[in-house]
Every structure is written in structure tokens, then in C-alpha cells.
């Protein structure tokens, strides 16, 4: 099988998961379930995990270091473009000028769905100061193709609302921002279990994001293992190009050429 692999900004990786860090027990359990995952690119929400803003706080880099993983700082939290652009703006001072952010600015505490006025407003300025966005939102396709033409490096829409784990509501709505995309589409928030990753590359997405449906898991280390197996299985099932549907049976042994 020729090397299939997830580019983001020109930087490719081999896994297809990228996991956030919030949630867990302790940063042992943090980075144990990181490396079940398989994944190379690890979220981090810069206004509750600390990566050297606080010296007297425990420090994430120290178990997952930035030589081994791209940490991918996040704006979890803010409410406003201008708070969603001074957490991007910090994360590029405290890492020394990196420049890949996830970009996500909420619309209300209850429901966390994105605010997309208050999103372009603040996508349009952190790409033109030379982010590299990845952009949260919704599963509007029309909204997808505009963040794509302000500049994000890739689009994210939700799968459901945040930490539901009621897997993906809009297939449709997917399929069709996969369709009509140039830069990669990840599914970010609603993943619940193994077989809702597999669904979204199945329906060929170039990967999915997730926190609680690992951290908030009983075991999550090995949901963190299943979830690596089921993105990986749902690509290659994509790429193989599964038979259509049919409202009756076809035999997989037709009887035509038996012999008698």
C-alpha cells in the first residue's frame, strides 16, 4: 500500500488521531494514554494547562516534549476574538515563535457551540499575523469553504456538541464539506467511541480530534489504544472504497459457472 499520510501546514504525519490533554487524572495518565494513541500532534488548552507560564506548576512539556510531539495550543475558553487571539499570540511567545493554533471561540457556556461571526473575525487576523489556523466550527459547508478561503491550514467541524460523545449527527453535512474541501478536514468534538472515529474516516475525513472521549473514558489508556485502531481501520476502509448498498441479497457465491 503506498505511504498515506495526514499534511498539515507541509508538515505530514503518519497517525491520523490527535488527542487534547485536559481531563485526565495526572500527567503520567496524560502521557500514557498520548502514547496509546499513536498520536503526533497533541492539544493543549493554554488557560488550564500549564507549558512554562506558570514555573511553579507542573509543566506538560516535561512528558510530552515538543522534540517528539507538535503541541497544537488551543483557545478552549474563549468567548471573544480578542481573548482567542492574545491565548494564540502567548502560545507563539511560550514556544518559541510556533506558529500552528487551534482556533475555537464559543457562543455560550451551556451548549460550547462556536460563535462563527466572532470565529472569522478572529481567524481573519491571526492569519494575516502568519498563524497557521485550524479552525473549529460548525458543520455548515458553506462556513467551511469560507474558513478555507480566509487561510486556516484546515477545517474542523464538530461531530456533536462538545464531550456529548454522541458521535457524528450530520453525515451528510460531513461528507459534503470533505467533498467540496482543498485543505483537510478533521471532525473535532462529539466522538464517543471507536466506532464513531471509524465513521468519520470512513466518510473521508483526514483525521479526528478528541479529549474526553479518551480521558472521560474507564480506562484510558485502551480507549485511547481502540481509537488509534479505529482511525486507522476507517481510513484504509475509505481508501479501499466500500461496495454499495442494496435493498436485497447478492450472493457472494453466485451460482452462475457451478458445476453440477
Known amino acids: 500500500m503506498s505511504e498515506d499520510r495526514l499534511v498539515i501546514a507541509g508538515v505530514p504525519y503518519r497517525s491520523r488521531l490527535l488527542i487534547g490533554t485536559g481531563k485526565y487524572r495526572d500527567l503520567d495518565e496524560t502521557r500514557r494514554a498520548v502514547d496509546a494513541s499513536g498520536a503526533e500532534i497533541v492539544t493543549v488548552a493554554l488557560r488550564r ?119 457524528i449527527r450530520n453525515p451528510y453535512n460531513i461528507r459534503t464539506i470533505v467533498e467540496n474541501a482543498t485543505v483537510p478536514i478533521l471532525v473535532d468534538a462529539g466522538v464517543g467511541t471507536a466506532s464513531d472515529a471509524a465513521i468519520a474516516m470512513e466518510l473521508g475525513c483526514d483525521g479526528v480530534l478528541m479529549n474526553t472521549a479518551i480521558a472521560g473514558a474507564k480506562d484510558p489508556v485502551l480507549m485511547a489504544s481502540a481509537m488509534c485502531k479505529a482511525v486507522a481501520a476507517g481510513r484504509e476502509a475509505y481508501r479501499a472504497g466500500r461496495i454499495p448498498r442494496r435493498a436485497y441479497a447478492s450472493a457472494s457465491s453466485p451460482i452462475d459457472g457451478l458445476f453440477f
Open 49 to 167: 494547562t500549564n507549558i512554562g507560564q506558570d514555573p511553579g506548576e507542573p509543566n506538560l512539556l516535561d512528558v510530552l516534549p515538543p522534540t517528539r510531539y507538535t503541541i497544537l495550543p488551543n483557545t478552549a475558553g474563549c468567548y471573544d476574538a480578542p481573548s482567542a487571539i492574545r491565548t494564540c499570540r502567548l502560545a507563539r511567545e511560550l514556544l518559541e515563535g510556533h506558529a500552528l493554533v487551534k482556533l475555537e471561540v464559543l457562543g455560550d457556556e451551556k451548549t460550547l457551540f462556536p460563535d462563527i461571526p466572532a470565529t472569522l473575525a478572529a481567524a481573519e487576523v491571526l492569519v494575516g499575523e502568519g498563524f497557521e489556523v485550524m479552525v473549529y466550527t460548525n458543520d455548515d459547508p458553506i462556513m467551511a469553504k469560507c474558513f478555507e478561503r480566509i487561510g486556516c491550514v484546515a477545517v474542523m467541524p464538530l461531530a456533536a456538541p462538545i464531550g456529548s460523545g454522541l458521535g
